[in-house]
């Protein structure tokens, strides 16, 4: 369903991405783990576009959507992303937060799109939130309306950028169960996490990037009980 | 000291009626300066380098020039570029539109970059296409935060609006100084247009305190 072909991404002279060919099936659930500044990020943010790929490819779907062809926004439509600090639009409440995209993008009826909205808010646990401005949330309660934001727009992939890192401990949880609900629904995600538990129990696969290169791309179990590489096993002796 | 206020109080309504016409001009004059400063801060944003450096060369030569400079060349230099002689509201209002616009738009600019750059990912993420992201994400985030700055601006065209006596407006400022002529006492009813001028100064200021604070009421 993703196809990465040989990524490459520089920012001026400094290689970040140096080669990156992987695939991910539908409703797999991809853990991407590894150092600071390994690349991470960027990879997700490549698939996307938030960042323009210097050189390979990315397929989703069937479409290549590096091709300068494709256009850049109905790629996104289909891809949603969660970021680290969350970035919920602090002059619109909940709802309006979650009933934008679908209605201004996607040009569903109100009725529609509120229906939807409404049925996320109960999924991520926030029916009782629909009214109140984003300043008022936990940051627990902010990244789970930004999920259910992302979800609106009915993606065929889930991208999460390091999603509980800017979490309060007690709040780390509440967003990790709808992550996993997530999983278990069948969709597809691309997790970017230092929560190493989370990759175990709920990654079908886990990615470790290092220094620009995919050096690990195993199954949880394996990966955490044999790596391979000797950057990993580094890695996990100060992760665990 | 030689000093009569009673002398112009039969004068006062006529200088009055001087406050109409300096809110007419400032109020328009604001208006259509508030929508060039969007236009031309955009400009300044845009990927599109002729656009920026076009915007800055606006800017640079209107903030670099005497504003009366601005209104004579419009008023007096009508006949010469575009063959006939405007009138002295339209090229007040025009001056002070295209002079204020070049402040917003500095002002605007500011505003658009002090939004957290999240914002615009975040819009980007959910493919929102570029304008409406302006129009819906960040023009109402950036004009929220430079509203007193705005409102500064505001007020300064307010007070700068008197030199408009000088072609001949019959602003608050212009009819003070008729009726100083008149009487041959010229510091009572410039005192008066004075209190005038402090007076509306102060009205806008309050009034945007007060929507500040029911803006902020908001977050
Ligand atoms: N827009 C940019 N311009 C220049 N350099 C960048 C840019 N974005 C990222 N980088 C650099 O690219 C490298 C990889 O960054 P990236 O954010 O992908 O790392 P990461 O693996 O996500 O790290 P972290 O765990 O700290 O989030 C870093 O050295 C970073 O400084
Ligand atoms: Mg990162």
């Known amino acids: ?240 | 000291m030689n000093l009569d206020f009673t002398a112009i109080v039969p004068s006062m309504p006529y200088i009055l009626q001087g406050i109409k016409v300096t809110l007419q001009i400032v109020l328009v004059a604001g208006m259509l300066g508030f929508f060039l400063g969007i236009l031309l801060s955009l400009f300044k944003i845009s990927r599109l380098k002729p656009l920026g450096w076009f915007a800055d060369l606006y800017t640079s030569i209107f903030r670099g020039t005497p504003l009366i400079l601005q209104l004579m060349l419009i008023y007096y230099g009508s006949p010469q570029i575009i063959g006939y002689q405007i009138e002295p509201y339209t090229a007040a209002v025009l001056s002070f539109a295209l002079n204020s616009g070049a402040y917003i738009s500095e002002i605007i600019r500011a505003g658009i970059l002090a939004v957290d750059k999240g914002q615009q990912e975040a819009a980007m993420a959910l493919g929102v296409p570029y304008p409406r992201m302006m129009r819906d994400i960040i023009m109402p985030q950036a004009l929220k935060n430079i509203l007193p700055a705005l409102m500064n601006e505001f007020i300064t065209l307010t007070k700068e609006s008197a030199i408009v006596s000088m072609i001949a407006v019959s602003d608050v400022m212009r009819r003070a100084y008729i009726v100083g002529g008149d009487k041959y006492r010229f510091f009572e009813p410039l005192i008066f247009a004075g209190l005038i001028y402090y007076c509306l100064v102060m009205a806008l200021t309050l009034i945007g305190k007060a929507i500040e604070r029911r803006m902020r009421q908001s977050d």
């Open chain 1, 1 to 240: 369903m993703i196809k990465v072909k040989d990524l490459h991404k520089s920012f001026g002279k400094l290689e970040v991405l140096k080669g990156i060919s992987a695939s991910i099936r539908e409703g797999e659930v991809v853990a991407v783990i590894g150092p600071s500044g390994s690349g991470k990020s960027t990879f997700l943010r490549c698939l996307n576009l938030l960042e323009q790929p210097c050189a390979g490819e990315i397929n989703i779907n069937g479409t290549d959507i590096t091709d300068k062809k494709t256009n850049i926004s109905k790629v996104r439509e289909n891809v949603g992303m969660v970021f680290q600090h969350f970035h919920l639009f602090p002059h619109m409440t909940v709802l309006q937060n979650i009933l934008y995209a679908p209605q201004k993008v996607k040009r569903l009826t109100k009725e529609e799109a509120e229906e939807k909205a409404y049925a996320l808010l109960v999924k991520v646990g926030l029916s009782d939130k629909a009214d109140d401005y984003p300043g008022r949330l936990s940051g627990g309660q902010k990244q789970r309306v930004a999920i259910a934001r992302a979800l609106a727009m009915e993606p065929a992939v889930m991208l999460f950028d390091e999603p509980t890192s800017a979490l309060d401990p007690e709040m780390v949880k509440e967003v990790l169960e709808v992550m996993k609900s997530l999983a278990h629904s069948g969709m597809t995600m691309i997790i970017v996490t230092h929560e190493m538990g989370f990759a175990r129990e709920a990654a079908d696969r886990v990615m470790f990037l290092d220094g620009g290169i995919l050096m690990e791309d195993a199954s949880p179990n394996e990966f955490f009980a044999h790596p391979k590489s000797k950057r990993a096993r580094e890695f996990l002796e100060k992760m665990l």
